[in-house]
């Protein structure tokens, strides 16, 4: 590696020269700077990033760990993410956890020993252990897609139990008496906040929580949808609604419908959540519940910033909680039939 020894040998001058060009250009004769990037560009050198932290005591480097990078819904969170961290002058290390606390734990060793500015997450670990080990650290985190005491932390979060209360409303407002909710593991909070929500709506409307059924997957993708669709076709009676507690799951399902020759959303109405791209793109554009995921990134973000700052000391933790909202396209623009409910 060329190293800034070898760019000031070059050019003639001392090593502080380079540092004043790369770093305070407007310190060095127009002449000198020239000659050293000149050199610069010659021999290709690139500062050290690292050795740059380590002076300055500081990273430039946040990190972003999230549960699945295969849904478009974190996709969209990063990129929220990243454009704060780029307005800010910092980068965003993006991680994928796969819903394990395992591997959550690994990457949160690797954020240490990097000794990151910060670090965005959605847990993985339900109990928390994680994080808690984290701590000892002394780096700053926000919690994105969950929401947590302010005193423990900044949060920014959806109202997942009003987004799971919007899906269940909608379908009873549809003419339906009751529905399947289709969920991946409930030690995540989000499918239990989504589970509490939609069981509201059903109180709502006097009907008692058996009025909905539940189907859980290990996973929250469009192979577990599948999986969880060729279970709802062999329940009796055969239901005529279902929520997903999320827009893969709830493509999924509508793929194992469509193979079955069952018409959405003639025979079962579907809802999804998180609203991606291709909830409107699919073969029956999914009704689904919008979580605003750029902004919930960016805000996160912010919040990161403002706490790893140069105003750090003025930093209160804050938890952030955005709205849900209801988004009806075709997979749930049928009543059901009194026969069907």
Do not use: W
Request: glycine content about 8%; hydrophobic content about 45%.
């Amino acid at each position: 590696m060329v190293g800034i020894k070898d760019v000031a040998r070059q050019a003639g001058v001392s090593v502080g020269t380079v540092s004043n060009v790369i770093n305070r250009p407007d310190l060095v004769a127009e002449g000198t700077r020239d000659r050293v990037q000149a050199v610069i560009e010659r021999l290709g050198y690139v500062r050290s990033e690292s050795a740059r932290q380590l002076r300055a005591g500081r990273s430039r480097i946040i990190s972003l760990l999230v549960l699945d990078m295969a849904n478009p819904f974190f996709v969209d969170v990063a990129s929220g993410a990243e454009r704060a961290a780029r307005e800010a002058g910092l980068g965003v290390m993006v991680c994928n956890s796969a819903q394990s606390s395992d591997e959550e734990a690994d990457y949160l060793s690797l954020f240490a020993e990097h000794r990151v500015r910060g670090v965005l997450v959605t847990p993985a670990d339900a109990d928390g252990v994680n994080l808690r080990d984290f701590r000892r650290h002394d780096i700053p985190f926000v919690y994105v897609d969950r929401e947590v005491p302010a005193a423990e932390g900044c949060s920014v979060s959806v109202d997942d139990v009003e987004g799971g209360a919007l899906a269940g409303r909608h379908l009873l407002s549809r003419g339906h008496r009751g529905m399947v909710y289709v969920s991946g593991s409930m030690r995540l909070p989000q499918c239990q906040d989504r589970l509490t929500g939609a069981l509201a709506a059903l109180a709502e409307h006097g009907l008692p929580p058996g009025a909905l059924r539940h189907v859980e997957t290990e996973r929250l993708d469009v192979a577990a949808g599948r999986e969880a669709g060729a279970r709802l076709l062999a329940m009796s009676p055969r239901p005529t609604a279902v929520f997903c507690a999320n827009d893969l799951l709830a493509l999924g399902v509508l793929q194992a419908l469509f193979a079955a020759g069952v018409s959405v959303p003639g025979e079962v109405a579907l809802v999804g959540y998180d609203d991606i791209e291709f909830a409107a793109a699919a073969a029956v554009p999914l009704t689904s519940v919008r979580q605003p995921a750029f902004r919930m990134g960016r805000t996160a973000a912010d919040l990161l910033i403002e706490e790893t700052g140069e105003d750090a000391a003025d930093h209160r933790h804050r938890r952030i909680v955005l709205q849900p909202e209801l988004v009806v396209r075709d997979s749930t623009s049928r009543t059901a039939l009194p026969g069907q409910r």
